[in-house]
């Protein structure tokens, strides 16, 4: 793959192909690559989910209307916290959100749903919406629970939410791991 005229080399998958067509076909989506965090790791990252489009760039932009929260993503996928300290993991290709432990009691169900994950395969939830706080600003959340297991090792880790495409639907997000930030940009 060709980053910025790079060449960058792209590890073979370690999950086997049976297992991710399941995901394929349940998504409605095929792909070619997953970029982990060797690649993102070196570059910043624009995401604009509403325009459907990802800048790549070795500077990342700075503009006033940026908020920029810490993030770091040296031993994994990228990890900030919500105004209130509670972790999450920025996992861009979540359609709906995860809640780790305990759901918000101001939360309400709205459904049911199924998701996948590369991690965990199928997985089908109940669906709620709340809300989180972030940069100072308060987005609306569409999340579900991930299986038993999944769930308790993550509370381990002290993670309270996987947050992916309610992030993007309200915010430009720029990735800029060099940096340790992740900035925040209301979509207008």
Same mark, same amino acid.
């Given at each position: ?10 590890? !073979? ?13 349940m998504?409605?989506?095929?792909f070619? &690559?997953?970029?982990?965090?060797? $690649? ?16 790549? &760039?070795?500077?990342?932009?700075e &503009? ?14 990228p990890? /900030? ?7 999450f ?28 994950? $590369?991690?965990?395969?199928k997985? %089908? %939830? &109940?669906?709620?919406?709340? %809300? ?13 629970? $991930? !299986? ?7 509370? #381990?880790?002290?993670?309270g #939410? ?5 992030l993007?639907r309200?915010?430009?997000?720029? $990735? ?11 979509? /207008?």
């Amino acid at each position: 793959m060709r980053v910025l005229g790079l060449q960058v080399p792209l590890k !073979p998958s370690p999950l086997s192909r049976p297992f991710v067509e399941e995901g394929f076909e349940m998504m409605g989506v095929r792909f070619d &690559a997953l970029l982990g965090m060797n $690649l993102l790791g070196g570059f910043i990252w624009t995401i604009d989910h509403g325009t459907h489009t990802v800048l790549v &760039a070795t500077s990342a932009p700075e &503009a006033e209307d940026i908020r920029w929260v810490p993030v770091d993503a040296e031993d994994g996928p990228p990890i /900030s916290h919500l105004d209130d300290g509670t972790r999450f993991i920025l996992d861009t290709g979540a359609n709906i959100s995860y809640k780790i432990g305990p759901v918000p009691q101001t939360a309400k169900v709205i459904g049911e749903t199924e998701d996948w994950s $590369l991690m965990w395969g199928k997985i %089908t %939830t &109940a669906l709620w919406e709340s %809300t989180v706080q972030i940069g100072g600003h308060r987005i609306p959340v569409r999340f579900g629970k $991930l !299986p038993p297991v999944a769930d308790s090792r993550l509370a #381990w880790m002290d993670t309270g #939410w996987i947050l992916g495409a309610d992030l993007l639907r309200k915010f430009i997000v720029t $990735l800029d791991i060099p940096k340790g930030r992740l900035g925040l940009k209301v979509r /207008s």
